[in-house]
DNA sequence: TTAGGGTTAG
């Protein structure tokens, strides 16, 4: 009668029957009684009690009674228990040991999996089909390749290959070694494919960074007659954003909505939010995560990526409240690693060190990217020591904490010390990657350092056989130009493999800036427009140029063609932490509840160092107003707001720290060296740049407009 | 009369 149950689909009956069976005492259950009552019981301590039973009567040692128990523990994520059960049997059949091998493998336990795995080869079991498609999908999470060819060897030997689970499991094996020949030749050989052989060369190609294969494959399948299910459209998602292709990520967002998928699979819905934060549509993906039924924790990992990956760091952070908020959502180590870049990228120190308190207690301090995180947190909000004292906390096996620590020195100007530890990394046997070299050409060009520079950009190439990238360019041109070789720079740039990108005429028209060369500028600019016609910052540089030679014709031209183009320009905010609590400012804004006593001080202190002689610069005012109103808009900038801010906000002489999302304007630049000196202040800017610190009326990068 | 074991994802 509980097997009829149980084979009904009614587990609850089934249970319900065995327990009146017991307390009627009507039947004495038997040992074939057991592997029912086992499948049908529905949580852990019916389990275990059901377990204890069996103990009593001594029907542990049947193997149909012993294999349902370790099922029944693997079932609720107790594989440990179910390992108890296995070692305590005297016989054991192949299943047996599968479906041990297979339960440590769905509870993620791929160590004890293989361990498993390896027992039972010493003790001459033969592997069966099922065997090696259990044990294949562990190889790559244990970066275990040899065991992967061992059973693939093995496959071909015994004549395994024709199982479709087997060649599935290879397929994707093989594609996460990122050995994407082999998948797909394995993929060729097979006699009879399914819709997950197919899913599973899609994701190849997509995970390995081919969107234009994976999309050709999912053309083929469809012609094959097969019909896209979620994981199709998880790839799918996936492929359009790595395309860039906005239009089509609307079309594959339909198909999910009309095939209803989203509302009840919370994967899919991640993936959706996923495609369009990395198409920039962040508004879109803000929509359809509120739209989504169920979330989970990587659904709000996702969203606060999207929004930090975006630029939205002060979104991201808002984001990142309303899910600590949520009672049922515990933060993961992809939740740490999502927000803390918003955290650096803001300088929002306090923060992050409360997220760097709570990393510590759940002990992933040694996961290296939590680590990396952090350590860029302290770097980028001026806590070099902080961030070199992390650094020799987390491991360091792999470039990636390396990269970090040589890039936060070389945005403090420090480019001996990044050159130092590029050293250290070279002697510790760690190989460094195409990041470490943007990062060490970064901090040499910020430092002057030009031979150095050079010599790793040749380093990079013929000792580690990388080949450089826009973002190399990039740094050498900005090297040569920022040191005054302007030519070779340009030089550079023409003989370049590849089509120069905004940031490689950038780099040139910055160097120009400093340099006041107004040809080379404005020929800069020619190309940079063609390449980036929207980003004013590029606008303003120019205009500065000609407007520091007096060229005033100039300035109105650039003018004009911001007007004409109709671009405005990114909204400047500077952002302050005081008093453990978070401001933001925007250029011009008065909603901020101090901000009468903002504009008071500020008037207070412009007239203060007119007396020592600031004299205002109003060639960084793009707009075509009177000299009066000009003086207000310099006076209104945020990076100004936030350091009055700071200044009435903090007991006499604290230093302050500001981030400011572009570059500072020359003329804060020049106003923030006298309020150091009358303040007796130190004050340190962070803007996309760079650091500045000022102090007694000088500033350390040394750059003059 | 009884059971257990396999492939794809954000």
């Given amino acids: 009668m509980i097997s009829g149950f149980v084979r009904n689909g009614c587990f609850e009956k089934g249970v319900d029957c065995y327990y009146e069976l017991v307390k009627e005492g009507r039947v004495r259950p038997d040992f074939f009684t057991y592997p029912v009552v086992l499948k049908a019981c529905g949580c852990l301590s019916d389990g275990r009690k059901i377990h204890s039973w069996v103990f009593k009567l001594g029907y542990c040692l049947d193997l149909f009674v012993a294999s349902s128990l370790l099922h029944m523990y693997s079932r609720f994520g107790f594989v440990g228990d179910g390992r108890r059960v296995f070692d305590e049997m005297s016989v054991r059949d192949l299943g047996t040991w599968n479906a041990m091998i297979s339960g440590f493998c769905q509870n993620g336990k791929a160590v004890e999996a293989l361990d498993v795995f390896r027992e039972m080869c010493m003790e001459g079991v033969k592997m069966d089909s099922m065997t090696v498609s259990s044990i294949l999908p562990v190889c790559a999470p244990l970066n275990n390749l040899d065991m992967g060819m061992f059973a693939h060897v093995y496959v071909i ?86 395309s860039g292709d906005a239009e089509n990520s609307k079309s594959v967002h339909c198909c999910i909505i009309k095939l209803d998928l989203i509302r009840g699979d919370i994967f899919i819905g991640n993936a959706v939010v996923d495609m369009y934060s990395k198409l920039g549509n962040i508004d879109y993906a803000h929509r359809v995560f509120d739209g989504m039924d169920n979330k989970d924790v990587i659904s709000w990992n996702t969203l606060i990526t999207g929004y930090a990956q975006n630029g939205l760091a002060s979104e991201a952070m808002e984001v990142y409240k309303t899910m600590r908020e949520c009672e049922m959502i515990v933060p993961s180590q992809g939740t740490l690693v999502s927000i803390l870049p918003a955290y650096s990228h803001v300088g929002a120190l306090r923060q992050g060190m409360k997220v760097h308190g709570h990393t510590v207690k759940i002990g ?116 040569l130009g920022r040191a005054g070789h302007l030519d070779m720079a340009y030089d550079f740039i023409k003989n370049m493999p590849v089509r120069p990108d905004a940031s490689v005429w950038g780099a040139l028209l910055g160097a120009c800036r400093i340099h006041g060369n107004v040809e080379l500028g404005a020929l800069a600019s020619e190309h940079l427009f063609e390449v980036d016609v929207e980003n004013v910052g590029y606008y303003v540089l120019l205009s500065n140029i000609y407007a520091n030679v007096g060229r005033w014709e100039g300035v109105d031209k650039v003018r004009s063609l911001v007007n004409n183009r109709g671009l405005k320009k990114t909204p400047g905010w500077s952002s302050i932490e005081v008093n453990n609590r978070f401001g933001v400012f925007y250029t011009g804004n008065r909603s901020h509840p101090l901000s009468e006593e903002i504009y008071k001080e500020l008037k207070v202190l412009m007239a203060k160092i007119k007396n020592i002689g600031y004299v205002p610069d109003y060639s960084f005012v793009l707009q075509d107003v009177e000299e009066d109103e000009k003086e207000q808009i310099l006076t209104s900038h945020s990076e100004r707001l936030a350091i009055a801010f700071g200044i009435i906000s903090t007991p006499p002489k604290t230093p302050i720290h500001i981030f400011k999302n572009l570059r500072v304007c020359g003329d804060c630049h020049n106003a923030t060296k006298y309020i150091s000196k009358i303040t007796e202040r130190e004050i340190v800017v962070r803007d996309s740049n760079r650091f500045h610190h000022f102090s007694n009326g000088d500033c350390s990068c040394g750059d003059h407009w």
């Fill in 157 to 242: 030997k015994n004549g395994l290959e024709f199982d479709v689970y087997v060649s599935n499991a290879l397929i994707n094996m093989y594609a996460k070694f990122g050995m994407l020949a082999l998948a797909r030749s394995i993929f060729d050989q097979m006699m009879v494919r399914d819709l997950v052989s197919w899913n599973s060369l899609i994701a190849a190609y997509e995970q390995n960074s081919d969107p234009i294969a994976a999309l050709g494959y999912f053309v083929e399948m469809k012609r094959n007659g097969f019909q896209p299910d979620i994981l199709t459209f998880v790839s799918l998602a996936s492929i359009v954003a790595q």
């Fill in 364 to 479: 992933l301090l040694s996961d290296i990217y939590v680590g990396t995180c952090l350590i860029d947190v302290y770097a980028k909000c001026g806590r070099l020591n902080d961030a070199m004292m992390l650094f020799k906390q987390v491991p360091r096996k792999s470039s990636v904490p390396w990269n970090a620590i040589i890039s936060g020195h070389g945005i403090h100007g420090q480019g001996e010390k990044s050159l130092s530890l590029f050293g250290e990394m070279e002697e510790e046997g760690v190989k460094p990657d195409h990041v470490t070299f943007v990062s060490l050409l970064s901090a040499c060009s910020h430092a002057g350092l030009i031979d150095q520079g050079q010599q790793c950009f040749k380093l990079m190439q013929e000792k580690y056989c990388i080949q450089p990238g826009l973002k190399h360019f990039g740094c050498i041109v900005d090297l």
